[in-house]
C-alpha cells in the first residue's frame, strides 16, 4: 500500500466535514461575544483574565476557520 493511496481517504474525510468544521466555527464565533462581554462587565480580575483570553483565542480560532460558511467563493 502506498502512502498516495493511504492519503487518498484522508483529504476525502477532510472535504467532507469541512462544511460541518465551517458551520459549527461560525456559529461559535458568533455566540461567543455574549460570555466574553459579561466577563468585561463583571472584572477582569484574577482567573477571569485567564478566562477572557482564552475565550478571546477561541473566538479568533472560530472567526477564521467559520469564515468560509455559505459563502461560495472561499
Known amino acids: 500500500m502506498s502512502a ?3 492519503l487518498q481517504p484522508v ?3 477532510l472535504r467532507d466535514v469541512q462544511p ?3 458551520l459549527v466555527a461560525f456559529w461559535v464565533a458568533v455566540v461567543l461575544p455574549l460570555p466574553l462581554i459579561a466577563i ?3 472584572g477582569l480580575e484574577g482567573e477571569r483574565t ?3 483570553v482564552g475565550l478571546l483565542v477561541l473566538n479568533l480560532v472560530a472567526l477564521v476557520l ?3 460558511h455559505r459563502n461560495p467563493d472561499v
Open 4 to 6: 498516495r493511496t493511504t
Open 20 to 22: 460541518a468544521v465551517q
Open 50 to 52: 485567564l478566562l477572557f
Open 11 to 13: 483529504g476525502e474525510i
Open 66 to 68: 467559520g469564515h468560509g
Open 40 to 42: 468585561v462587565i463583571g
